[in-house]
């Protein structure tokens, strides 16, 4: 699984939450342990996380093993900028890949099935944008090939990948399963949540 980066987008101020949303905690985990132990129960290597507002507290708070930081110093810019900063990461450190494989640090709900059936269709077809069916837009858990790279570096705002990947769509495929794919973005979402598992 040397060819894909994945990256974990987790930069954000978090100004719904009014707390670290990274740090919040799910049965003892905090949402981007949740993301990083998914995603590290399937890939072995090349699993980076970009962080930016509030990026000592969390590393100090967060199994750095097998994890590479980026920092993203525009994370104010929104999503893109960490988009856009792993990118140029990659390229300054001169590490190749077919494609990267974007995860938001907010979406605990989803399962790991669901992000290794992602996985198995980009190794059919590399050449496709390989993403996730909202019903009326598609958006992350995304895999975007290496030849989108350059025209990813133009996206700008908050909204990440989405506008490019719903702009392409004539080259986007999405896995027959689903998932919930659940953001967590204020305490009541976090809580709601978190009662589930208590009604479960």
């Known amino acids: 699984m040397k060819n894909i980066a994945i990256v974990i987008?987790?930069?954000?101020?978090?100004?719904r939450m009014n707390a670290i949303k990274q740090l919040e905690k799910i049965n003892n985990k905090t949402l981007l342990e949740i993301t990083l132990e998914k995603v590290k129960s399937i890939f072995s290597n090349n699993i980076f996380c970009?962080?930016?507002?509030?990026?000592?507290?969390?590393?100090?708070k967060t199994n750095s093993e097998d994890i590479?930081?980026?920092?993203?110093?525009?994370?104010?810019?929104g999503l893109s900028s960490s988009i856009i900063s792993s990118?140029?990461?990659f390229k300054n450190n001169k590490?190749?890949?077919d494609g990267i494989f974007i995860l938001l640090a907010d979406q605990p709900a989803i399962e790991t099935s669901y992000l290794e059936a992602m996985y198995h269709l980009f190794?059919?077809?590399?050449?496709?944008?390989i993403a996730s069916n909202y019903g009326n837009k598609l958006g992350a858990p995304v895999i975007i090939p290496k030849k989108h790279f350059s025209s990813l570096l133009l996206i700008e705002g908050d909204k990440g990948a989405q506008e490019f990947i719903n702009n392409k769509k004539n080259e986007v495929i999405y896995p027959i399963q689903t998932t919930?794919?659940?953001?967590?973005?204020?305490k009541e979402d976090l809580l709601i949540y978190q009662n589930s598992?208590?009604?479960?």
């Open 9 to 15: 987008l987790a930069a954000g101020k978090s100004s």
């Open 50 to 60: 970009v962080l930016g507002s509030n990026h000592d507290q969390i590393i100090n």
């Open 68 to 77: 590479e930081f980026i920092k993203n110093k525009h994370f104010e810019n």
């Open 87 to 89: 990118l140029n990461y």
């Open 95 to 97: 590490l190749y890949f």
């Open 123 to 129: 190794q059919e077809k590399k050449h496709l944008i």
């Open 180 to 186: 919930n794919l659940l953001d967590i973005d204020t």
């Open 197 to 200: 598992f208590l009604n479960s």
